[in-house]
């Protein structure tokens, strides 16, 4: 046969081809049989895919066609004249060439005819006559084309039938003899049908006769038993009494690792069918033989059991349970490990020894069924392929330990390879994970290892992204080719060396450097994809302008210097602490201006605030307490603790933070004399802006509503309130009451006066020249529209 094993998809789901002249030839499986008689004959086909579509019989002359290979129909088991139900004769069925040996049986082909009927011409008691069956065979059974019902009987052509049998005494079951029998429309069985009361496991029948059950046929409308048939006489049923199934010696899951003690085998013994029985209250003693231990860990401490059949069931004395027992549960015991045996580079996690799981017999030591060993590799070796851990679970006897991974018995502990402390296999491939002798790896392992932590990495060039090692003739191998030695303390790997991992631009978004970033492929590395640079490298950082270091002590000594320290990570070499970040810059706050009447509730230290081009600055973190003054209050719908508000520096984008509003971007609160008829005094820096006033009249302290103040920042200066865009300045209007203050252009009450901050103007005629490093797009602003 040249059957090619290759498919062809042609995109459609399930949709697969073989090519044209692949020839197949098939035979048919046990139970079924060829459609076609030429098959039959044969006793196999064969077809050769001619054309899309089309196979071309090569057993016929002419090729014929529209057939395919395999077309196998299950059989059905043939009809026998001695069968029939009384009344009933054959018209018509299989000549004797139809029929097929199957063993002990007889089978007829699928589409097999059969017709019979009533020898006396009477319709039965379902008014039928005549009957056609068709072998549809399977589990399909006999189609009868005139009921269309499938696993058709034979009909009955008895004008009496039998009640069907319902009240079944406990463990007794019904079972046909040999075909099911047909059942009338009346749901009644029909004359002449077989029946057979067998037991359930676990019970029989105290009558000798009924070994093979109780067997009863329909007879002239009363149930019999069949020997009985022509006395008539109605059959009483028999009783099916609770036993245990008797313990076989020589049955290795049964009594064949076991002795009998005290009153030895029962001799009491009921047969059922295939089984022997034991009466209930027999009891039974055992013990293990040599090699094989009890099950249940009483029993092996007693070195004895002791059970009593109850009802079908094995109750044992000892632990006064019914469940999950028997006499004579010895598994066999395995061999138990010494931790003085293992393979060079494994050591026991779990070890039944430490929990009295090993049994002493002399020097020799060992373990019972189902109890586990694990293993690991110590740190610096691992296992070929790949796996964590091993475990092996002791099965005894000829199975000896069991491998849970690899679904295999007779299993041994595996031996592992010798890598560097800080590396690790991420792949191996199928030939690795094969069985492997002792303190040998099998010829084509291939495995690929890496260093593990993002913080180490091959000096090697060449594995850059990991070494690859490869078992050929008898040696390790390199993925150049070289033959890898193993080192002077033992490792096939190259040695994993220490670093840090390589800062990023988001590591350094709000820093500089003073000195690095380190270059050259002595400090610079890579672990896969991963840059590191090498111990012992030397960084100094500072923080951009406008942001400063989160620790105090920091941000008084920029710029600050860095060394990479294996396992350390990056030290501060001015206080000596490890695991710092050097590019860790928190965005500041200005310090916001307040209103007449609102003032802070503590003294801020000089070392919480930074003065930056004559404008003070509050670090992140730091939280200002805002409070009014005696005779002010704050604005109606401000809910605060203790009648102050606290806001806290995020920086940047998040400006100030109202912990109890939970708001972003807030100003402090602008506190107002409970109805007061005017607004309090705008006061800001004559250095940075010029106020001009309008319609404006001061009188106890307060500016009158209506009063317009326009604050202007002078040249060089530009807003921080972001709102304010035209011609950088800022418009108020005094509104007085609770609205305070309120922004012309944003119609915003109370607001606060905007701060004026210092800018430098853009640098311009900058085509002779590249910019190494300047501001980002938020640093930019435009005054004045010059932009």
Known sequence: MDYKKWEFDNGAAEAYYWEIGVRVETKCKPGYSFEDEHFRKRGADNFTCDAPLNWRDMVLKNGETGQRPGACKPNCNSISVSDLPPGVEKVAGPGDGDLIKDGSETKVYFNTIYKFKCKDGQP????????MLICRGGADGYYDSSTTQIRAQVMSCSKKSCERIRDLKIGAQLVTQKYQCAINSDGKYTDGCKLAIRCKEGYYMAEAKYVNGQKIVCSGGTWVEEEKVKA?????MAACQPGCKALREDNPFEMRNATFIGVGKPTKIYKHEECDYWVSGTIVETKCKDGFAFDDEDNRKRGQDKHICINGEWY???????????????????????????????????????????????????VYSGIQYKFNCIKGYQYASGKTEQTLICKGGDLKYYDAATGKNQATIDEATDIDINATIVSSNRVCA????SSTVPEGCELHTKCHEETHYYENIDYSFGQKLICKGNVWVDQTGKVVVRSAIGKYTDDCKPGCKALTDSDMLNATYVQGPPVGSTLVHKNGETVIWSQGVVIVTQCKKLYARTEDDDRHNEPNSYICSAGNGWVNLRTNEAHQQPGQCEPMCVMPSLTTGTSFAQQLDDSLTLIVDHVRYVYSSIILRVKCDHGYELPKGGTYPNGEQQILCKGGNLGYYDIALGKSNVVPVACMKS???????????????EIVENGCELKDGLQNPGCKVVIKCKKGYYPDVTTVLEKSQQTLECKAGNDGWMDVKTQVKNTVAATCQPVCPELKNMDRIDVVQGPDEKDIVCLMFSC
Do not use: W
């Open 316 to 366: 044992d004395f000892a632990q006064n349970k019914s469940l999950g027992t028997r006499p004579g549960l010895c598994p066999p015991l395995c061999n138990a490990i010494d931790d003085r045996d293992l393979p060079t580079g494994v050591t026991i996690t779990v070890n039944p020894a430490n929990f009295d799981g090993v049994m002493k017999v002399g020097e020799k030591g060992y």
């Open 124 to 131: 039965n008691v379902d008014g039928r006559t005549e009957q």
């Open 434 to 437: 094969n069985p492997i002798s």
């Open 675 to 689: 109805g007061a008829p005017g607004c309090g005094l705008i006061k800001v820096s004559e250095t940075n802006s």
């Open 232 to 236: 008539a006489v109605s059959f009483k």
